[in-house]
């Protein structure tokens, strides 16, 4: 099927479906910018070889800027005072044959603020967030592929919410130019797709320096960081002993409370440093949950800041040598405390993401199954720089029947 009739049941799926899913923003000439786009595709490779994504539709996060679409970061302000150039991460996916489906509905500026997402899988419970649209976008089939930002867990626990795959590469891989930033030294780009393979094309396509990887031998040596196991509800515990996965219990070297601090010091800081013009001429404009943060980032001064940035090294270097000197392929876990919560005034806790994301590894969520008919993921981890090898070893238990 050729990228104009693509286009056409892409529009006909999101006029039917997401006047009750609310994962895109609207859009009022979608199908005409689309069919023309679909149009200069068709008519630039002819009868030449594909790109990688040829006409695949893809959503983006509203937090990413986009030529021709506004930015709102799923905010009240004037999308004109947040405006700015098209992402590298964009320009990218169009080289690669890519059509830009539309913005997807992001928490205000990727904090706390839940849009109007609803989880496909049960409307009345949240998808997850900050990339609640880029996920249930994925999960509801209107597209193949969306991006979305992660500073905490909002790749993988929205992904897992949902019953998708999400990657989250590691800190930096995918260029982060053109992002309205909630944190910048955490805040990371991902992919949702609908199964590991669409994940990995979209990996190619996006991350610095791609070169696929293979992994040998038998099953890798897998670690769950045991003190991260007592957030999880009962139902979320259950899911993941029945993978029956043999698994070496390892203490992490801080706690999830000491992390969480010094991630709280480190976001809030930055945000306040992102937000330092535009909060003071349009703070009315703010939902609460975002203007308490930020006031929150303005109380911390930078001494606090430096030293909960030397912590954060001094983190990242112990689970480095914690790894290596353990042996230990992949660190697991369950990729949220459980499966979506009621309500949509929250998007879930990211607690599982924590000690991944303050180190900036790459790590990978695998639907597993459901729990009351809502799905739940198993969260793969791998250190820093080893995106490919995360994915080898996932394609592999995969096809060992994970």
Not at 116 to 122: A, G, M, V
Not at 259 to 270: C, K
Not at 355 to 367: D, E, I, K, N, Y
């Amino acid at each position: 099927m050729e990228p104009t009739e693509l286009v056409e049941e892409l529009c006909a799926r999101i006029d039917r479906i997401d006047p009750l899913l609310h994962a895109f923003t609207p859009e009022p000439g979608r199908y005409r910018r689309l069919a023309a786009e679909a149009g200069e595709l068709e008519r630039a490779y002819g009868g030449e070889e594909h790109p990688p994504l040829y006409g695949v539709p893809v959503g983006i996060k509203d937090v990413i800027h986009v030529d021709g679409l506004p930015t709102h970061a799923g905010s009240a302000l004037p999308p004109g005072v947040l405006a700015g150039p098209e992402a590298t991460l964009v320009r990218r996916l169009r080289a690669a044959g890519a059509l830009i489906a539309g913005k997807t509905v992001t928490a205000e500026f990727a904090l706390d603020a839940p849009g109007p997402t609803r989880n496909p899988h049960h409307p009345a419970h949240t998808p997850g967030g900050s990339s609640s649209g880029s996920a249930a976008a994925v999960a509801a089939g209107l597209v193949p592929l969306a991006i979305g930002t992660q500073t905490v867990g909002s790749v993988i626990r929205p992904a897992a919410y949902c019953g998708v795959v999400g990657f989250r590469p590691t800190y930096g891989r995918i260029p982060t130019d053109g992002l309205i930033a909630a944190a910048p030294s955490l805040d990371t780009v991902g992919v949702f797709a609908p199964d590991l393979a669409g994940a990995e094309r979209a990996a190619a396509v996006l991350c610095d320096g791609w070169r696929p990887a293979v992994v040998t031998g038998l099953r890798p040596v897998l670690a769950v960081p045991v003190d991260y196991l007592t957030a999880v509800s009962p139902a979320g515990r259950d899911a993941f002993e029945r993978l029956g996965l043999t698994v070496r219990q390892i203490t992490l070297p801080w706690t999830p409370a000491e992390l969480a601090e010094d991630m709280r010091v480190i976001t809030r800081y930055e945000l306040a440093q992102v937000h330092r013009e535009l909060f003071p001429r349009f703070a009315n404009l703010y939902r609460p949950e975002t203007a308490s943060a930020i006031r929150h980032g303005q109380e911390i001064n930078p001494t606090a800041y430096a030293a909960a940035l030397r912590a954060r090294t001094r983190y990242r270097d112990h689970l480095a040598d914690l790894t290596t000197s353990e042996g230990i392929d992949l660190w697991v876990t369950p990729a949220a405390t459980g499966p979506a919560p009621l309500g949509l005034e929250n998007t879930g806790d990211a607690v599982m993401s924590l000690p991944w994301s303050h180190a900036g590894w790459p790590a990978l969520t695998l639907p597993t199954g459901t729990v009351d008919g809502l799905p739940v993921g198993l969260q793969l981890i791998t250190p820093a720089g080893t995106d490919e090898h995360l994915l080898a070893w996932a394609r592999t238990l995969h096809l060992q029947g994970l």
